[in-house]
């Protein structure tokens, strides 16, 4: 997954603020009204919206002469996908994580042992048991 410029940023905050996971999408010239305070021609929103649906994060749908577009993923698909992706830069996996896991505030810490313990098929008390504290003891 390739990393977003800046109004690629933009234009992908619109779709994910905007469009729900049922609708049907929104058009080039919804998207430019949505970004309020840049002055952007429409072939500029219509080129950045058509560079996404070529990386694959946006997908779009013919409607009479015009597309549609919605994101190919929810914000937090692709967030984590940035990081599954920064993990395979280069050296240790395992000391990334572990760095990561020794950066994070204690309530993130709760999150990422819920959902490891989730994952792990735990429940209550022992997702809750220290197991992000023992793999940054490493």
Known sequence: MTRLGDLERAVMDVLWDSVPATSDGVTVREVADALDG????YTTVMTVLDRLAGKDMVQREREGRAWRYRPAATREAHIAQLMLDALDLGGSRDA???????????????????????????????????????????
């Open 38 to 41: 840049r002055e952007l021609a």
């Open 96 to 138: 990334a994580l572990v760095r990561f896991a020794r950066s994070v505030t204690g309530t993130e810490a709760e999150v990422l042992r819920a959902a490891l313990g989730a994952e792990a098929g735990l429940t209550g008390q022992e997702a809750r048991r220290p197991a992000l504290d023992e793999a940054t003891d490493r």
